[in-house]
């Protein structure tokens, strides 16, 4: 079973539509994140979720907006999509452990690419 | 948050050991180092984390010295599958949120040839 999935793998779309990506992990972790991998690599962080309310919203457009309805799943839902918005779209999950520190370690999707045309 | 700077590429040969060092100068009391691995078209990959000194795994080594300033990943007798980019993390573990609040970089590709 793969422990972050992600879908759609490939999404391809026009300039002005709406989308979303889903995203489901079953490691039972009590923390989710989006992160946007633009062209050149740079992996960045978009928001985060702990136990679904959101812990991170890193100055991502309002077109963004992630869902939560339940901690194994993040969604990512995006309005009037901008050729800009091209890229891929990681989900993530992690644990934070005893005394409220994280592991150290995230758990990637294998990431949706998103192409707007 | 502590800025990293890598090598934005390596090559290296079948069989012999990699070294990818890490810049940290401002690295915090707090921080944390972390290696991620990212293959094409795959999300990245933990390797190893460490705090101070050394740490070894079953598939790298992470070397820290005293400064913390830097740090190296050491790969041993790499193969043509460990192609791929290597990112250095460094942050705070506590509660999760910051940690999530890392940007990964640029990273180094490391080219194995055979």
């Known amino acids: 079973d793969t422990a972050v999935s992600q879908t759609p793998k490939y999404l391809v779309t026009q300039m002005g539509n709406d989308k979303s990506i889903k995203c489901e992990q079953n490691l039972g972790h009590d923390t989710m994140y989006w992160y946007k991998q633009d062209s050149k690599k740079f992996l960045k962080i978009m928001f985060s979720?702990?136990?679904?309310?959101?812990?991170i919203n890193e100055t991502v457009p309002n077109r963004f907006s992630p869902k939560s309805p339940d901690k194994a799943h993040l969604n990512l839902h995006i309005n009037s999509l901008e050729l800009g918005d091209s890229a891929v779209y990681f989900c993530?999950?992690?644990?934070?452990?005893?005394?409220?520190?994280?592991?150290?370690?995230?758990?990637f999707g294998e990431g949706s690419r998103l192409t707007v045309l | 948050l502590a800025k990293t700077t890598q090598p934005i590429s390596m090559d290296s040969y079948e069989g012999q050991e990699v070294n990818i060092t890490c810049s940290h100068n401002n690295i915090a009391t707090n921080d944390y180092i972390t290696w991620y691995q990212q293959f094409p078209s795959q999300g990245p990959r933990f390797i190893i984390q460490?705090?101070?000194t050394k740490v070894t795994n079953e598939v790298a080594s992470l070397f820290i010295p005293a400064d913390r300033k830097s740090s190296t990943l050491s790969l041993p007798r790499v193969s043509l599958s460990d192609t791929a980019v290597y990112y250095c993390?460094?942050?705070?573990?506590?509660?999760?949120?910051?940690?999530?609040?890392?940007?990964f970089g640029q990273g180094t590709i490391l080219t194995v040839h055979p």
């Open positions: 993530a999950s992690s644990q934070v452990g005893a005394g409220g520190r994280s592991t150290g370690e995230l758990f």
């Open positions: 993390l460094v942050g705070d573990n506590a509660g999760g949120t910051s940690y999530g609040k890392l940007t």
């Open positions: 460490g705090y101070k």
């Open positions: 979720y702990n136990n679904k309310e959101l812990i």
